[in-house]
Each structure stands twice: as structure tokens, then as C-alpha cells.
């Protein structure tokens, strides 16, 4: 313990406004938090902010014995505290992986539904593509649009650790 520096306070705070100063175990929720780290301080020595997240003193304990709370579930908690911080809707959380499972190709997404993406492509994650209108039915072109995870969608999913997921 002795030599080790405090998480400075921007990622302390990044880590709970993250799970909203509570607890990030979702059934537990508890206000009382400490900041615990996923990979353990011993063998990381650095205070990143994905490797970060809020645990009630309880939770803390229980994921510091073994087996009890692992880092696996941890990573997982945290990834569904991102994506809800972030705003993602569950379809975009779900297109992104998608996408991510086939990234050279270019998929195919209906024109009209472009909004139900927009945080994706707001944020960069994704690309998308917008075709010229071929034949037009009822104000709509048939024709589709295309999507395709970005560099930075691919880095958002690695940051988020899915590697160990
Ligand atoms: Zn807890």
C-alpha cells in the first residue's frame, strides 16, 4: 500500500458519475462506494479509467474473494454501465457487436430507420453510408443505405475490455 499514488479526482469522478455514485452491482445499488480495480492495483500499478469501477464496501469485499464477485462479471457490469451512461439504445448495443462480429462488410440498413442510429453515428462508431435514391415508393427510395463498424467503434469495444468477456 505504502508508495501508491490516489486515483486523480477526473477519473475517480468519471468512475462514479459512471454508475451514478452507487453500487455497480445492478441489484445492489448501494450510495456507500469505493472505486475497486478490475485487474488488481498489485499487478496493474496504474489507476485507468477502464479498468475502474464503483463497489460498495460489501461488494468490494466479495469481489476481492476469489470466485465471489470475478472479473469477468465485473467487465460485464461495467461494459452495461457504459453503454447506459453513453446513451445506447439496447438495438445499437446490439448492432455495434454485430457489426463487430463482420467488419469488412458493408451491411445493409433501411433509409427510413437511419434514426434509430443516430447515437451510433453521432458518436462515430459506426459509418454510415448514404446511397443515392434508386426508385422512389411513397416518398421512400427501395434502394438501401449501408453500415459498417468504424476504427473508433472497434477501439469503444476493445476499451470496454469485451476481450475477456
Ligand atoms: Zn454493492
Redesign the pocket.
Known amino acids: 500500500m505504502t508508495n501508491r499514488p490516489l486515483i486523480p479526482t477526473n477519473i475517480k469522478r468519471k468512475v462514479l458519475v459512471e454508475a451514478g455514485h452507487r453500487?455497480?452491482?445492478p441489484t445492489?445499488?448501494?450510495i456507500d462506494v469505493d472505486v475497486h480495480h478490475i485487474i488488481p492495483w498489485e499487478t496493474c500499478k496504474k489507476h485507468e479509467y477502464e479498468n475502474l469501477i464503483a463497489?460498495?464496501p460489501?461488494?468490494?469485499r466479495r469481489a476481492h474473494k476469489k470466485n465471489e464477485i470475478d472479473r469477468k462479471s465485473l467487465r460485464l457490469y461495467k461494459a452495461n454501465l457504459r453503454f447506459t451512461h453513453d446513451r445506447f439504445s439496447q438495438l445499437e448495443v446490439d448492432v455495434l457487436f454485430e457489426l463487430d462480429k463482420q467488419p469488412q462488410a458493408n451491411i445493409m440498413w433501411a433509409p427510413f430507420n437511419q434514426l434509430l442510429l443516430k447515437r451510433l453515428i453521432d458518436s462515430g462508431l459506426i459509418q454510415y453510408t448514404v446511397t443515392p435514391a434508386g426508385v422512389v415508393v411513397g416518398g421512400m427510395k427501395s434502394n438501401p443505405d449501408y453500415i459498417q463498424i468504424s476504427q473508433a467503434g472497434v477501439e469503444y469495444l476493445n476499451s470496454l475490455g469485451d476481450v475477456e468477456l
Open positions: 453500487c455497480a452491482i445492489c445499488r448501494h463497489l460498495c460489501n461488494c468490494h
